[in-house]
């Protein structure tokens, strides 16, 4: 039997120089073969890590919120819960304070890009510069960590965090606190389904929506939060990604998704 095809760490450095619009299927083959200990770390997407420590990471994007973000700070410290925060560089840059008192607080703060787009539709310069600029705003408190807006990835914007020093994170259980307008539901999604060393999402903000601009009361999430955390009190420990990543293995997978036709026509309503 012919051995399986390995990416190599030379593999990826080389996706750089051959990324062009007339060889992109040599580079898309590339990047499809199994990734081993080269590859799989630089293009795999962090979704969960195997541990048999009782620990979870709670996440949460879009924000900082002036309001929400720190009501939910408050939340976390009652139940010396630690959290990771995939903040946007626009509302980063206006509320510093939340920004600086989440870092004091021991919370990791992570890339989120300046202003949510889906990166996909950006070309590689811009996505580059909606990275960079987020990551100033973050300055000096943020960690190399980066979840793409929507989950929406390509090859293109995969190495735009390769060459700007990011992780790409993804996540194990989506909470489902973008579309819930009550705690319940939100509860309902997550606590049944909880193992050792998940990732789960929640928004501590939310910067676009399909739906209605209802959804970006906050209430639902601040309350499902205390509840989760009052209900798990003793059996689980909710750390950073940071922590959570040096309590076992982590797992990547192969995370390339797009926006369908259908999702570009949505209108949308922005948390301005």
């Known amino acids: 039997m012919a051995p399986v095809p390995v990416m190599t760490l030379g593999d990826v450095l080389s996706l750089e120089t051959m990324w062009n619009p007339f060889n992109a299927r040599a580079v898309w083959e590339l990047a499809k073969k199994p990734a081993s200990l080269g590859g799989r770390r630089f293009l795999g997407t962090i979704t969960r890590v195997e541990t048999h420590d009782p620990v979870l990471a709670l996440t949460f994007d879009d924000g900082p919120h002036p ?6 700070l408050d939340i976390l410290d009652k139940h010396q819960a630690r959290a990771t ?41 811009e996505q580059n510069a909606q990275i960079r600029m987020c990551a100033d705003a973050l300055k000096p408190y943020g960690c190399s960590l980066f979840r793409p807006p929507f989950g ?65 009361n906050r209430e639902p999430t601040l309350e499902a939060i205390s509840r989760l955390l009052e209900r798990l009190h003793g059996s689980y420990r909710f750390v950073t990604l940071p922590e959570l990543f040096r309590s076992g293995h982590i797992v990547c997978k192969n995370w390339y998704r797009t926006a369908g036709a259908s999702w570009t026509t949505q209108p949308r309503f922005s948390d301005e």
């Not at 509302?91 to 008192?101: G, L, N, Q």
């Not at 390509?154 to 735009?160: F, G, K, N």
């Not at 990011?166 to 309902?188: C, F, K, M, N, Q």
């Open 152 to 216: 929406h990835q390509s090859l293109s914007s995969r190495l735009a965090l390769l060459r700007n020093g990011y992780r790409a994170v993804g996540w194990t259980l989506d909470a489902g606190d973008w579309r819930h307008r009550s705690a319940d539901p939100i509860l309902e999604q997550v606590q049944p389904h909880i193992r050792p060393g998940m990732l789960l999402v929640f928004h501590d903000r939310i910067a676009l929506s399909s739906q209605s601009p209802a959804q970006f």
């Open 67 to 72: 309001e929400y973000t720190p009501r939910l």
């Open 85 to 125: 925060f995939f903040c946007l560089g626009k509302f980063a840059a206006r509320h510093p304070e939340v920004i600086r008192r989440a870092a004091d607080a021991g919370h990791a703060l992570g890339n989120h890009t300046w202003d949510h787009p889906s990166l996909p539709l950006l070309s590689h310069s």
